[in-house]
């Protein structure tokens, strides 16, 4: 408990707001959520539109530009992403200096931030032109740097892009091809992926989106304030959560555990487990990622003629958890990263590479959101205030007597 008074600080009155669970930090006109009808839309397109009908690239245009690309500006944008897909050969030898278990979201972020120096030069980033070219080149070289990194971690040789693939198929192809034997993937597996890039691609001011903004309000540039993203998606209450849903899973799985099991031991909140991939700040009654996701894992999984145990240990799983009031009494849902991670697993994603593949996703909104604070001539920089609670006054203590 904050003592109240401590509220008062010499400039006046601060309110304090653990977690802004219900502080505005800006306007926006990107994204549009309603936690209480789950309702998502990107410049007002409902999600279910963009899921089923959309392209990522064109979703990305529509993000960051504002509308979605008649076919002169799809068509251009497309040929800025192939132009930067690859990498400047420098880069590729940053992959040499991680060790092998390197966790793929640190090099990811090692690396975008590297990739500033290899790009445009700083000051062309903000007019027209050169933004066009630096969010291409972002979004295409995300991509490449994630199968890379996949690469070197698997002693694979790098393979570069295809201009003639789309931007999932051309990722696969990036993931899985080796030399001398090209992988082609198949409609249902670039569908899935696609879908599951469009449902990430923003999502309004979450814990990685907000840091973007708050370090692009310092003047930051693009690939820096993107990689401080990356970095906050990495923790497992955010992006994260989608491999550990896996892990979750398998635990159950492996340990012969039931998933009432399970749902007990969350419930006991001395083992400090947590039902992961289930609750979300804003949605409290349903997140329409996770719906549309859920359908998907089921189509995808039909079309290849397999099967996932892991699947249906999370259907079980969730209908345990709906019919719990431990769940129901808090309003915690399926959110996207619940069903996401069975759709990766049967593209053939390795689980390490999940929370990069969030990360691929979530970069057209990062790059939407730092446009709209570095367009805005009214841009205050981000600097929230504090209760102090340490002690009022310490005395300097000389070393040799602490
Ligand atoms: N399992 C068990 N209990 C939970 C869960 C969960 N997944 N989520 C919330 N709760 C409980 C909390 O312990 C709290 O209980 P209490 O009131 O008895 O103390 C209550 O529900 C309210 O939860 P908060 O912690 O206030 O929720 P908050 O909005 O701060 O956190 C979050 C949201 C981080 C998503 C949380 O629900 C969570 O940790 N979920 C699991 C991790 C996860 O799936 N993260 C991905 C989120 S979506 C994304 O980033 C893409």
Redesign the pocket.
């Known amino acids: 408990a904050v003592d109240i008074s401590a509220l008062r600080s010499s400039t006046g009155l601060i309110t304090l707001d653990d ?1 802004y ?1 219900n502080t505005g930090s800006c306007s926006s006109a990107i994204t549009f959520i309603d936690g209480e009808n789950g309702i998502l839309r990107y410049r007002g397109v409902p999600i279910e539109d963009l899921a089923v009908n959309s392209s990522f690239i064109e979703t990305a245009e529509l993000l960051i530009f504002g509308e979605l690309p008649d076919e002169e500006e799809r068509a251009e944008f497309r040929s800025l992403l192939t132009e930067n897909s690859a990498l400047h050969q420098d880069m590729g030898k940053h992959f040499d200096g991680f060790p092998t278990n390197a966790h793929p979201m640190s090099i990811l972020s090692a690396m975008i931030s590297a990739l500033q120096s290899h790009d445009l030069p700083e000051h062309q980033f903000t007019d027209a032109n050169g933004f066009r070219e630096a969010a291409a080149s972002l979004i295409a070289k995300t991509r490449t740097i994630a199968a890379a990194s996949y690469k070197s971690h698997v002693g694979q040789p790098i393979i570069y892009p295809r201009y003639d693939l789309n931007y999932a198929e051309n990722f696969l192809h990036m993931m899985f091809s080796v030399p001398y034997r090209d992988y082609e993937a198949t409609p249902e597996e670039a569908h899935a992926l696609n879908m599951f890039l469009v449902l990430h691609a923003d ?1 309004e001011q ?2 990685s989106t907000s840091t973007v903004r708050m370090v692009a309000s310092s003047g930051a540039n693009l690939y820096a304030s993107v990689s401080a993203g990356v970095n906050a998606l990495w923790g ?4 994260g ?1 989608n491999m ?2 896996i892990e979750m899973l398998e635990r159950i799985r492996q340990g012969a555990m039931t998933t009432r099991d399970y749902v007990a031991r ?1 419930k006991d909140r001395k083992s400090g487990a ?8 804003v949605y409290r009654n349903f997140d329409p990622r996770a719906r549309i996701l859920k359908d998907a894992a089921d189509r995808l999984l039909d079309a290849m003629h397999v099967t996932d145990p892991l699947l249906d240990i999370a259907r079980e799983l969730e209908q345990v958890a709906l019919a719990d009031d ?2 129901v009494s ?1 309003r ?1 849902y399926p ?4 069903y996401s991670g069975i759709i990766l697993r049967a593209i053939g994603i390795p689980v390490d590479m999940f929370t990069v593949m ?1 990360a691929i996703g979530r970069t057209p909104g990062w790059i939407a959101h730092w446009k709209e604070v570095t367009d805005n001539p009214r841009q205050r920089i981000y600097r929230p205030r504090q209760v102090y609670t340490g002690p009022e006054l310490s005395p300097w203590v000389p070393r040799d007597e602490r």
């Open positions: 977690g669970a999502h979450n814990c497992p209450l955010h992006g959560a550990q849903v969350v947590k039902l992961m991939g289930f609750g979300h700040r431990y769940f808090r915690l959110n996207v990263d619940f969030f």
